[in-house]
């Protein structure tokens, strides 16, 4: 049996068991459970969330450890824990840039946009906790980090939702094994409805690429992981969508990078437009791409917006 931990808290992906699939998160909470029952456990674990195929859950590594042991002497099963070093636990965020009406975050990879989920706080939680006026005004998947944008009012969050396929533009980042070619445009539709997004490969090293990635019609569900699916070429860490493994992040390696945006003026009517990168996550580095040009332009954090101490 193998476990791979490299921090005390971390989130957990991918309870692989070699002959039988995934370990069913309901045998990990029925031993944690009676553990507890026991007195052998005392609040280690901290949520536990299905992610399409996948669990994650927040614990010390010495009881997952612990855990695995007891699925392998019950199901007789050789147990690789697949882990390794994934999304250490989630401190705040950082505010870009704030006026007014509008907050611009970068959001690490890990923390829930917005539910369903029962866990650690989420992202329009802690908006909330600094100050109830203020909320998100969408949303990006709980493993991609960057660029997300809140409102500080009911009529600034209006105001995007009025005007939100005219006046934003959004460029993300992904790491993907080299495809072999320079540029591709995806024009498939989604569950019935259309969806373009286009994708050049900016940079190769060591068999893997970066592809600059940009939501040319829509933002559906998904639409940048499934369509490099569609391409052959799905991005590292994104195992819902068949791309390889890693032990960089704990999900998909996508950044939200850029984003143009035409904020609200006075009037709450659509002003010039303002670009805003948010700086690469310390996983991506991880991958041999001369970094600092690709973070050439980030925006320096103003400040921290902490999650309260438990």
């Not at 990006?140 to 009529?155: A, H």
């Not at 990635?213 to 499934?226: P, W, Y």
């Not at 950044?255 to 002003?271: E, G, I």
């Amino acid at each position: 049996m193998k476990v791979y931990a490299d921090f005390m808290r971390v989130a957990w992906g991918d309870f692989v068991a070699k002959k039988h699939g995934y370990i069913p998160y309901k045998k990990i909470l029925a031993i944690l459970k009676r553990w507890r029952e026991d007195g052998l456990v005392d609040g280690d674990v901290r949520y536990v969330v299905g992610v399409g195929q996948r669990i994650v859950i927040l614990v010390d590594q010495d009881v997952l450890a612990r855990v695995a042991e007891q699925y392998h002497r019950q199901s007789g099963t050789d147990v690789a824990l697949v882990v390794g070093q994934l999304t250490p636990e989630i401190t705040g965020v950082d505010v870009l840039f704030e006026n007014e009406r509008v907050l611009v975050l970068n959001k690490p990879a890990g923390m829930i946009s917005q539910g369903p989920a029962n866990g650690p706080m989420e992202l329009w939680q802690l908006l909330r906790h600094h100050n109830p006026e203020w909320n998100i005004v969408h949303r990006i998947d709980m493993f991609t980090s960057g660029v997300i944008l809140g409102g500080r009012s009911r009529e600034a969050r209006g105001y995007f939702q009025r005007h939100w396929h005219q006046i934003t533009k959004k460029v993300y980042l992904a790491v993907i094994k080299d495809p072999g070619w320079e540029k591709k445009t995806a024009r498939m539709p989604l569950k019935g409805k259309s969806a373009v997004t286009s994708f050049e490969v900016i940079e190769v090293a060591n068999k893997f690429a970066l592809v600059r990635c940009e939501l040319v019609q829509n933002g559906r569900t998904h639409q940048i992981r499934k369509h490099l699916k569609m391409l052959g070429s799905p991005i590292v860490g994104d195992l819902k969508y068949g791309g390889p493994e890693t032990q960089s992040r704990a999900g998909q390696l996508l950044h939200a990078w850029q984003m143009q945006v035409r904020l609200p003026d006075k009037n709450l009517q659509p002003s010039r437009w303002t670009k805003f990168q948010a700086s690469i996550p310390n996983d991506f580095k991880s991958f041999g791409f001369d970094w600092n040009q690709w973070d050439a332009e980030a925006r320096v954090s103003k400040r921290h917006l902490a999650v309260p101490s438990v």
